[in-house]
Antibody, heavy 121, light 107 residues
Framework: EVQLVQSGAEVKKPGESLKISCKGS????????IGWVRQLPGKGLEWVAI????????RYSPSLQGQVTISADKSISTAHLQWSSLKASDTAMYYC??????????????WGQGTLVTVSS | DIQMTQSPSSLSASEGDRVTITCRAS??????LNWYQQKPGKAPKLLIY???SLQSGVPSRFSGSGSRTDFTLTIGSLQPEDFATYYC?????????FGQGTKLEIK
């Protein structure tokens, strides 16, 4: 059974750093793109970035590039999203999701449970 | 970036109704269009991929159609568990943008 399990909720202050994680199981982690989607409070879904764990190829949303860093460690089947200096505007729920293969036209077919990040002074 | 525009933003309907949600892309995306359902406090769930293919385990009352720039999601006969927010997403290129969502509420 494919599962994505994310790290727990975080409360941070502006300017602090943070790294959240998403551990995959039940499939060959290295061979599927995995992405992050954020949802600001009361708002819709926003595509953030994706990574191919097999070779660490990455793609970012132009509006968020430079604000976050996506990474993956295929040896422990875990993807990460990190910030070097958080802002209050980063407060959101962050979901990781597996991008399926060509059979599902690269839709996000499995999702993690979400990690709530709250940035407040 | 490809812009995805859904309409309506919200919709009130009754159990048993047939409802249609539309999604328009700012440029042709062939059939690289996916639909997701999200319930409050939960992660999104894939319903339809490639514009019209039903994801495994999704009830057949859900259907999708369209190509290039114009797409629709239809729910054939609303069930209580269908009241949720629905998002379209293009997987034609990155960033794989989402529509703004359509909230389906009970009338």
């Amino acid at each position: 059974e494919v599962q994505l399990v994310q790290s727990g909720a975080e409360v941070k202050k502006p300017g602090e750093s943070l790294k959240i994680s998403c551990k995959g199981s039940g499939y060959n982690f290295a061979k599927y793109w995995i992405g992050w989607v954020r949802q600001l409070p009361g708002k819709g879904l926003e595509w953030v970035a994706i990574i191919y764990p097999g070779d660490s190829d990455t793609r970012y949303s132009p509006s968020l590039q430079g604000q976050v860093t996506i990474s993956a460690d295929k040896s422990i089947s875990t993807a990460h999203l990190q910030w070097s200096s958080l802002k209050a505007s980063d407060t959101a729920m962050y979901y990781c999701a597996r991008q399926g293969d060509s059979a599902v036209y690269y839709a996000f077919d499995y999702w993690g449970q979400g990690t709530l990040v709250t940035v407040s002074s | 970036d490809i812009q995805m525009t859904q309409s309506p933003s919200s919709l009130s309907a009754s159990e048993g109704d047939r409802v249609t949600i539309t999604c328009r892309a700012s440029q042709s995306i062939s059939n690289k269009l996916n639909w997701y359902q999200q319930k409050p406090g939960k992660a999104p769930k894939l319903l339809i991929y490639a514009a019209s293919s039903l994801q495994s385990g999704v009830p057949s009352r859900f259907s999708g159609s369209g190509s290039r720039t114009d797409f629709t999601l239809t729910i054939g006969s609303l069930q209580p568990e269908d009241f949720a927010t629905y998002y379209c997403q293009q997987s034609y290129n990155t960033p794989q943008t989402f529509g703004q969502g359509t909230k389906l509420e009970i009338k």
